[in-house]
């Protein structure tokens, strides 16, 4: 299957999977990764968009069971929220060292585990569509062990994404693949980084609906389980996440004002 569908590959992305500090409130972790953390953020040039994705606290995993592939969320590594950095060139992160330096110093006042994955240079797409998102599930990929790069990338645009457009009724559809994880590229101090291989994952998609009803139709419905056997041959683990809330505080290059609640 050929992949059709109107997309736009952004330059440089980044995705920093959040866990919350567990020695006070989670909600409280996740106003000051709201409040102050943002602005240190934000305030980084070169960006050309910011978007937190806070997930639900109770997320069992939305995918359904599917032979061979992991679908349930396990409890000790369920994600808190997700750091979405979209930057306006690949040259674009050497440019906001110095903020970066001052979220490295404020990590350990709300996290207690972050995890960078980064793609190559325009190999994350945002694909076009339409109409306004009231629900999104972030959903995380990985690898089968013996599948290469290349195959798994090619499935995921040429047959999935085509397959989710089809059948799902889609107000949003943003892919990203990733290079091989190296703690190396956000390695903050006195935060957790562990990250052990069989744990590692190698893509991610964020489906967009207009509300949670379409949503639970998309996941309850029949189709979803002939792309999950499909996927099944390439991936050895989904884990789907129901998101809370998505704010972007700097869009297309701009800082807003005030978050938009997307």
Known sequence: MTNTIP?????????????????????????HWKGPHSKI????????????????????????????????????????????????????????????????????????????????????????????????????VRRREGVGTRAFRRHLTDALVPALAKTAKLTELRTQVFMPWNERLWNTPDVAHDNPADQRFHASLVLGFADAAARAAFFDGDEISTMSDELSMFASAIHAYNVSEALTYVREGRVLPHYAQD
Do not use: C
């Open 41 to 140: 953020i934000s305030a980084s040039p070169g960006l050309d968009e910011y978007r937190q994705l806070h997930l639900e606290a109770v997320n069992p995993g939305l995918w359904p069971a599917t032979h061979g592939v992991e679908t349930a969320i396990p409890a000790d590594r369920k994600i808190d929220g997700v750091a979405e950095v979209t930057f306006a060139s690949a040259l674009a992160p050497l440019q906001g060292r110095a903020q970066t330096k001052l979220a490295f110093q404020d990590e350990v006042n709300v996290f207690r585990r972050t995890l960078m994955y980064a793609g190559p240079p325009n190999s994350t797409r945002w694909y076009e569509r339409t109409g306004d998102t009231g629900s999104r599930a972030l959903i995380y």
């Open 7 to 31: 997309f736009t590959k952004k330059a440089l992305a980044s995705s920093i999977l959040l866990w919350m500090r567990t020695d006070q409130p989670r909600q409280q972790g996740m106003e």
